[in-house]
Every structure is written in structure tokens, then in C-alpha cells.
């Protein structure tokens, strides 16, 4: 059975070494030593931690799911020693707009999704929903992101991308987690 919840850790223990955190909009929480990516509910551990569960894919049509589904790349390559954790909040007003204008907005005039397939393979991604959870949940979003360095510039760019986008006139709170997998002093 594939685990639905997940808890992101930060403290002094953890398989990767936190290399920098920085607030895009908003406050970023704690700078911390170590990231862990936890099945199920360990919340409460370490100096903040943050729950999300995965989910279907909701603003997605048919093509893009299966071009998403024959190009993404699993977690926990052993070449993507590199990771970035991105909590995202959307204003009430994202959320008053009906689904549909919210896929408007992302794929039709933001171009989400088409700007995500062209660093797939390179870089793995896995979306936690927050919303789902509860109401008191600080973001609607977690977005765990892996790849090897030589990928690091491509995945640059594609923040670029979706942060100029009409998409992220909606964004409230945004901060951004850098770590690397911890394997050994070479690392």
C-alpha cells in the first residue's frame, strides 16, 4: 500500500542537510539542520513540522496525466541528492474561483503544467495537499521536488517560470527549502 500521509521534519536529525531556506512571499519558517520526509503523522518532532497527504491529480485532462504518468520519475533516485521543499498558500481568492477557472488560470494562461513536463525526467515531484487535512493546516500546499545537481539550473528555471506566471498573483505564502541527501563527506 503507497503512504497517502507525509510529515516534513526540520530539526537536527534527518537524511538531509538543510543548505538554505528563503521566503519568496511571506515568512519562511525556522532555519533548521536536517529535513526529514516522514510516512504517516509525525508531527510535533523536531523545531516545525508540516503534514500533507498525496492525492489524485485535480487540474490535470487526460493527455497531460499521461504524459505526466510515462515521463515522472520516481523519488529516491540515487543521483538526486539534491532536493528542494516548496510550501505554498493561495489567497481566499484562488479559492472562491470555481475549479475550472482555476485550471484556466494555471494551465491556459499560466502554462503549469506544459512548463513542468520539460524537466521531466530530471527531476522527480510529489505534491502533498494541506487543505485536505484541516482548515488550521499554515499551507494548502507541500511540493517535494528531487534531482542531481547538473539538473539544479533547469529546476531554476522552472521556478522562474511558474513564479512570473498568472498563476502566482495568487500565491500568499511561499518559502523556499534547499537540502541535500546526506552520503557521506564527499556530499
Known sequence: MTERLWTFA???AGPWRITGVRAVSGQAL??????DRIA???AGGGLWSLRGITSNERYVNRDEKQ????????LGRAQACC??????????????????????????????????????PA??????????????????FLTWFEFAPEHEAAF????????ASPEWAYVEREFELRARLDLGPEN
Open 10 to 12: 526540520a530539526g537536527a
Open 30 to 35: 525556522p532555519e533548521a539542520p536536517r529535513l
Open 40 to 42: 504517516g503523522d509525525a
Open 67 to 74: 504524459a505526466l504518468a510515462a515521463l515522472s520519475p520516481p
Open 83 to 120: 532536493a528542494v521543499l516548496i510550501p505554498i498558500r493561495k489567497s481566499a481568492a484562488w479559492w472562491a474561483l470555481a475549479q475550472d477557472e482555476r485550471r484556466a488560470i494555471m494551465e491556459e494562461q499560466s502554462q503549469h503544467i506544459a512548463h513542468g513536463l520539460r524537466v521531466l
Open 123 to 140: 527531476v522527480a515531484r510529489r505534491l502533498h495537499h494541506c487543505r485536505d487535512l484541516s482548515a488550521d493546516e499554515p499551507f494548502d
Open 156 to 163: 531554476d528555471h522552472l521556478l522562474d517560470l511558474l513564479r
